[in-house]
């Protein structure tokens, strides 16, 4: 029980960051960026890049949740500040072409073979019994840091209590002498940067692959509209049922099935577990778990 537990923790950790930048983005723009997940595969590719070649893995991280920041920011000012005059479906289909693109140059300039960060390879933890690595003890405790900051400057400042009268009203925050525009580049970049950052952080378990976005798009997206699309802290619980489901699947013990003692769920059909969940969630609580602020907006 224990094992299953740290195995929910470890990949709520690995989505957590990304979905909540995801829904902090759309409680600005309205719209899905299906790019966002490419975001965090970018970061990945550029802190397993300065770590190969000598810089220190924590400044790795930073550095590519500040490039991939700055990338969104750019993306958002360029392309989708233009595409969201013709309306949010135009924007996000130019956000899936804009997703294939960044897939392509990505492959293009790394080639199809994984990379992995030039670490010592260290035993695992033991702990009441459950086996954790180093990398996902140090992935969840960040990822945990960094949520209890974030919810801090959403709840407790004032850029926070700016970021959520965006969320409810633009207009009416712009009317009351709100800086929209300033807003919402600082809210692109924070979003891209929690995508890199959390891509950073998940290439300690995984690796650099140029697939990893396509990976993460259902799961991401799912635990989004699972917790209500614009509640970023909704996104965050909404990571943690996903995990729970993905991690139950994959531990679930079928082999009454077979006649067998033990046999278990192929790990490729884990997105199976999100798919489920993101139909149950669209067809029962279309606005998600938490939904006031969602119908608010």
């Known amino acids: 029980m224990l094992?299953?537990?740290?195995?929910?923790?470890?990949?709520?950790?690995?989505?957590?960051?990304?979905?909540?930048?995801?829904?902090?983005?759309?409680?600005?723009?309205?719209?899905?960026?299906?790019?966002?997940?490419?975001?965090?595969?970018?970061?990945?590719?550029?802190?397993?890049?300065?770590?190969r070649i000598g810089a220190p893995l924590a400044l790795s991280i930073?550095?590519?949740?500040?490039?991939?920041?700055?990338?969104?920011?750019?993306?958002?000012l360029v392309l989708f500040r233009r595409l969201l005059r013709a309306g949010p479906a135009i924007a996000m289909i130019g956000s899936m072409a804009l997703?294939?693109?960044?897939?392509?140059?990505?492959?293009?300039?790394?080639?199809?073979?994984?990379?992995?960060?030039?670490?010592?390879?260290?035993?695992?933890?033991?702990?009441?019994?459950?086996?954790?690595?180093?990398?996902?003890?140090?992935?969840?405790?960040t990822t945990l840091v960094l949520l209890v900051f974030f919810a801090i400057i959403l709840f407790k400042t004032r850029l926070g209590r700016s970021l959520r009268a965006?969320?409810?009203?633009?207009?009416?925050?712009?009317?009351?002498?709100?800086?929209?525009?300033?807003?919402?580049?600082?809210?692109?970049?924070?979003?891209?940067?929690?995508?890199?950052?959390?891509?950073?952080?998940?290439?300690?378990?995984?690796?650099?692959?140029?697939?990893?976005?396509?990976?993460?798009?259902?799961?991401?997206?799912?635990a989004a509209v699972l917790g209500g699309l614009g509640n970023p802290l909704g996104a965050v619980a909404g990571t943690l049922i996903i995990a729970l489901a993905e991690t139950f699947v994959t531990n679930l013990n079928i082999g009454w099935l077979y006649g067998q003692s033990l046999a278990f769920i192929p790990a490729g059909y884990i997105s199976a577990a999100s798919f489920i969940i993101l139909l149950l969630a669209l067809i029962l609580r279309p606005y998600g778990i938490f939904n006031r602020e969602v119908r608010r907006v």
């Open 62 to 76: 930073l550095a590519a949740a500040l490039a991939v920041g700055f990338l969104a920011m750019v993306c958002q």
């Open 3 to 51: 094992q299953f537990l740290f195995d929910t923790l470890s990949r709520t950790g690995d989505l957590a960051l990304i979905a909540l930048g995801l829904s902090l983005v759309y409680g600005m723009a309205k719209f899905p960026n299906i790019a966002h997940v490419q975001y965090a595969m970018v970061g990945t590719y550029v802190s397993v890049g300065l770590q």
């Open 166 to 222: 965006m969320a409810c009203n633009v207009s009416l925050a712009s009317a009351a002498g709100l800086n929209t525009e300033a807003i919402t580049r600082l809210v692109n970049f924070l979003g891209g940067g929690l995508a890199g950052l959390g891509g950073a952080i998940l290439a300690l378990n995984t690796g650099a692959y140029n697939n990893l976005g396509n990976d993460l798009l259902l799961p991401i997206f799912a």
């Open 99 to 141: 997703a294939m693109v960044m897939v392509a140059v990505v492959l293009g300039s790394f080639g199809s073979s994984p990379l992995q960060y030039q670490l010592p390879v260290q035993p695992p933890l033991i702990l009441g019994g459950a086996i954790v690595s180093q990398n996902q003890l140090i992935s969840m405790t």
